[in-house]
């Protein structure tokens, strides 16, 4: 039982140029998110999915797009890289609220990206 | 618009020294209220859920109390394994299951 995966770990960018950042859960959780750790700044939601089929914006979605692939896997993708997307990003996994169960999310090793 | 915040920003503790990290939360109908810890480079952990004022969870050396309006977690006889940031969430109502972060606090415990 890994809980959550992201490849790659670590990976440097020049501006301009694309990217897609891998997420998978093995929990059987509903929902996902993406969110992205600045010194300062905490965590900030980029794009979440309530659940398979569903994608939202988060707070910082501009420069971001995501995939909801199947149950089990979540992507984000720069389109065209930006120094100011410099930063570590967590995907993250919580069953949904309404079912009855507790929500707590469960967080990934991180991505650690930087654009020049 | 949800808000978090967590003080004091970093604390440094003697080893068996105790003390509380404070998170105060401004929600419009909170569900619920998460303590995380994170080590350097790796991502935050899982600690606690809390769903009403009252309420108390332990762990180990850690306890994580709720009011109306702010969550404590405490540290009783700290190692300096505890060394983190313990990182505060909350759930709101009308959210679904997003989580606001507050912006963490850094302990050190040395030895």
């Known amino acids: 039982n890994a809980g959550v995966t992201q490849t790659p770990k670590f990976q440097v960018l020049k501006t301009g140029q694309s990217m897609t950042l891998q997420c998978a859960q093995d929990?059987?959780?509903?929902?996902m998110y993406w969110y992205r750790q600045d010194p300062g700044m905490g965590l900030r939601l980029i794009y979440y999915?309530?659940?398979?089929?569903?994608?939202d914006k988060g707070e910082v979605p501009n420069g971001y797009n995501v995939s909801r692939l199947n149950k089990r896997e979540f992507s984000l993708r720069l389109e065209s890289a930006a120094p100011s997307q410099t930063s570590v990003y967590f995907c993250?996994?919580?069953?949904?609220?309404?079912?009855?169960?507790?929500?707590?999310?469960?967080f990934g090793p991180g991505t650690r990206l930087t654009v020049t | 618009e949800d808000q978090v915040t967590q003080s004091p920003e970093a604390l440094r503790l003697q080893e068996g020294e105790s003390s509380s990290l404070n998170c105060s939360y401004t929600?419009?109908?909170?569900?619920?209220l998460f303590w995380y810890r994170q080590d350097p480079g790796k991502g935050p952990e899982f600690l606690f859920t809390?769903?009403?004022a009252g309420e108390e969870k332990e762990k180990e050396r850690l306890k994580a109390t709720l009011t109306k309006k702010e969550s404590f977690l405490h540290i009783t006889a700290p190692k300096p394994e505890d060394s983190a940031t313990y990182l505060c969430?909350?759930?709101?109502?009308?959210?679904?299951?997003?989580?606001?972060f507050g912006e963490g606090t850094q302990l050190t415990v040395n030895p």
């Open positions: 929600v419009s109908g909170l569900r619920g």
């Open positions: 999915s309530a659940s398979e089929g569903t994608t």
């Open positions: 809390l769903y009403s």
């Open positions: 969430a909350v759930g709101e109502e009308t959210s679904g299951s997003r989580l606001t």
């Open positions: 993250a996994s919580s069953r949904r609220v309404g079912t009855g169960s507790s929500y707590e999310q469960y």
């Open positions: 929990m059987n959780h509903n929902s």
